[in-house]
């Protein structure tokens, strides 16, 4: 088992930018796909972003193209770069790795 710990989370305008990380407590991101989740109150958990080994991209309808999922194995961590942010990307933003979930960090657009 591994812990994955968010941070970076915060308020912002529309059309802001954040850029969220993801700690993993050990080296895991040679050996599995990384992935961003979110949810909102009264939604499912959808998936975000997903990197996966070889270093292949997946993101979410809702996203593409504004939101960028990259890693740093050296570092264990894997961020998601999220621009152009909307009211409806307020979520709270959860790093996963199979079984492995983190805590989440809460992202709130509001003007």
């Known amino acids: 088992q591994v812990q994955l710990v968010e941070s970076g989370g915060g308020l912002v305008q529309p059309g802001g930018s954040l850029r969220l990380s993801c700690a993993a407590s050990?080296?895991?991101?040679?050996?599995?796909?990384m992935k961003w989740h979110r949810q909102a109150p009264g939604n499912q958990r959808e998936l975000v972003a997903s990197?996966?080994?070889?270093?292949?991209?997946i993101y979410g309808d809702s996203v593409k193209g504004r939101f960028t999922i990259s890693r740093d194995n050296a570092k264990n961590t894997v961020y998601l770069q999220m621009n152009s942010l909307k009211l409806e990307d307020t979520a709270v933003y959860y790093c996963n790795s199979g079984e492995n979930w983190g805590q989440g960090t809460q992202v709130t657009v509001s003007s």
């Open positions: 990197i996966a080994t070889g270093g292949r991209t």
């Open positions: 050990r080296s895991i991101f040679s050996f599995n796909t």
